[in-house]
């Protein structure tokens, strides 16, 4: 099913886009940093047709508008909060693929579990960078991979004159060679709609966010999906699940798609997962009612 575009206005005056297809219980999917709501073709196609399947330009992505302002991760949670409202949805499962996870954590901290149903969590880690007086272990738990000194020369060259060019070729190094050279473009073209230097601010501000005390108190049904293959260390999703007591956990195989992209990489597993994650909900909660 093709999904229909849909605009409301923010709080703060942004004009923000989002997608919707189908009907059934609700599914909000939220893009990772520089991504867009475009990307979740596959998913549009393969779920809409027994779930209500939305998914939100974030500020300065895709099809939204482009300010100045407001590349944090908390205002992207509060963008979410209000496409929630302005949608009057309830009993809502929430899918972030890697920054949307963040985002997802963040709505948590300041809203709650009010309204939610479960949680997709998909290929972000808990803390990206962190101080160094931690150790070993909590970095691999953690999955820090942007050691400061990367994380600052990063933005520098996405703040700079090449960074469109420094932007594509972290996207593309995050794709298998199961990706074809059609879908491949396309990705990157739709990557290319978050201007560079607003793509820099979000990365340094969700690169330095740290979620690990939230993590244990989530106790909403939760799908962690992880890539064997992925530049995030499945050690970090199996952490996840470890600190939830009503989680499971799926690490996806490298020559299945187990990758950064798993969603587009293996669309069909990707989609069985997440519709079975839903509908086991959806039949828990008539049970209990």
């Known amino acids: ?62 099809e939204s508008d482009k300010p100045s302002y407001g590349y944090r991760i908390s205002r992207l949670a509060q963008d979410l909060r209000e496409l929630i409202d302005h949608c ?49 272990v909590a970095r691999k738990h953690a999955g820090a991979i942007f050691p400061w000194p990367q994380l600052n020369a990063t933005c520098a060259e996405l703040s700079g004159p090449k960074g469109a060019a420094a932007r594509r070729q972290m996207i593309g190094a995050m794709l298998s060679n199961r990706i074809s050279k059609v879908d491949r473009d396309w990705i990157l073209g739709e990557n290319d709609k978050f201007p560079s230097q607003h793509a820099a601010t979000l990365l340094f501000n969700t690169s330095t966010q740290d979620w690990r005390d939230l993590i244990p108190r989530i106790t909403l049904p939760t799908l962690i999906i992880g890539g064997e293959g992925s530049v995030v260390p499945p050690e970090s999703q199996r952490w996840i699940h470890s600190q939830l007591r009503r989680s499971q956990v799926e690490i996806l195989p490298s020559d299945q798609g187990g990758y950064h992209f798993g969603f587009l990489e293996n669309p069909r597993r990707f989609n069985e997962l997440v519709g079975c994650f839903i509908s086991s909900n959806a039949a828990a909660a008539i049970t209990s009612g």
């Open 1 to 62: 099913m093709s999904p229909l575009r849909h605009n409301f206005l923010s709080g703060d005056g942004v004009r923000l886009s989002w997608l919707e297809a189908g009907s059934g219980p609700t599914l909000i999917m939220l893009p990772g940093w520089s991504q867009s709501a475009a990307l979740f073709r596959e998913q549009f196609a393969g779920l809409s047709g027994k779930i209500h399947c939305l998914s939100l330009d974030h500020r300065g992505h895709g």
């Open 88 to 136: 009057e949805l309830d009993q809502i499962t929430l899918l972030g693929h890697s920054m949307g996870s963040s985002v997802i954590w963040a709505y948590l901290d300041a809203y709650g579990e009010d309204r939610l149903a479960g949680l997709v969590i998909d290929d972000q880690p808990p803390a990206m960078t962190l101080l160094e007086h931690e150790s070993d």
